[in-house]
């Protein structure tokens, strides 16, 4: 927040993704975080070793830039030491609490240390129709499928800008601008694509 | 939606918190609807969780030297203790890194050349409060910290220094104190700023806080009265010391 920057952490609510579906079959996450919050270092270790790859992906798409991606992913994982014991397994999976925090810190970097144009310039200009398919180095898993099948459902419109903000990591002024389209309308797209996503998702077994 | 605001303003802020994009502003405006309305609070983790599954699904493993890096650092790095069940998920925002200490600066002195002139000027009765445990605690309002800051019994003071934007806000009413501030300068995640009271050589510590990414800062914390003490305002590690590090970067 702090602080940094502002934390905006999931909020209580029994949600049917609040399990973590990243983990099958591996150790419980919520069961590790509940050690982790007994200042349990060994089960941070394997905490670290289930989240690094989404904390990671997640930090790199929005920054780029591998040597600060490793830099900001460090910092997530020592916040996620830190602030353990605001983990409440009622209100969010172990997983998105982490993502969350993830693009938070990344958003941060890049609001003090790039510029927007630095950004689109190192994404290649790449066209809308160009934007990362959801096959695109997926991590092989049921929920990969099934966030990707959900997404190609997606009036194009949202999904593309869907796409561009979650899966190529731009910020809402970057699509803004890629797509010539004004903020408002950008961040509109946004809540209405994650929501019917949301129904998509929520609904399916 | 059941919110007297505006619905596009709602799901403006819901999209940006998904971005990851809220300002502390943002935020401080979507926590006062969620505190109050379910619906949005609903609507907040659903778009949470569809925006966190979409991430998950391009991890990316990072290089192999990044294991050791993090668990050197969290090997050097307190945990904070668990806040109160009631705490606004704004986190950092409404929380202190646990008890309070209260710790004599008569070493510090000693061994840092601490400036005793700089508090003795306003340096009141002894603080007969040894070992009280000073927490930060959210009394369920709709905003706490405007809650203070508009409070009829209000009182201000501006801290001078090497950082010059910092008011305190205090409220007896409200029992609770608030640090407000503007191009405070951006600490990095190894640091962190802490406020004491001091009065009458000893120390105590009121919380830690940190500026946004903006250098805005705006902070709550309760259970606590500092009108017959120095404010001071120091840099210390993350997650605080238990013992101010010179030099005092503010204080009235």
Known sequence: MIATAAVWMPRDRAHPWHHDPIVSPGPDLVSLMQLVQAGDDAAFAVLYDELAGVVFGTVKRVLRDPAMSEEVAQEVFVELWRTAARFDPDRASVSTWAVTMARRRAVDRVRREQSQRDRI??????????????????????????????VAELPEEQRIVIEMAFIRGDSHGDIAELLDLPLGTVKGRVRLGLKKLSGKLGAAP | MTSDMNSDRIDELIALAALGELSAEDERELDSVVRTDPAVSAEV???LAAAAALQRTHAEEPPSALRSSVLAAIASTPQERAVPAT???????????????????????????????????????LFAVGGVVLVVSDDGGSDPIAAVVEAPDATRRTLSGEIEQLTVIYSASQDALVVEGDGVPVVDDTATYQLWLVGDGVATSVGIFRPDTDGRVSERFANV???????GVTREPAGGSESPTLPILASA
Not at chain 1, 122 to 130: A, T
Request: hydrophobic residues 40%; aromatic residues 2%.
């Open chain 1, 121 to 150: 310039e190192r994404s290649g200009n790449l066209r809308p129709d160009e934007v990362a398919s959801p096959d695109d180095t997926v991590v092989a898993s049921i929920e990969a499928e099934r966030v990707g099948r959900a």
């Open chain 2, 45 to 47: 983790d659903e778009a």
């Open chain 2, 87 to 125: 705490a606004t998920l704004g986190g950092e925002r409404q929380t202190t890194d646990g008890p309070s200490r209260v710790v004599s600066l008569d070493s510090q002195r000693a061994r840092r050349g601490f400036r005793p002139a700089m508090l003795a000027a306003a340096a009141v009765a």
């Open chain 2, 225 to 231: 009265d500092p009108s017959d003490f120095v404010l």
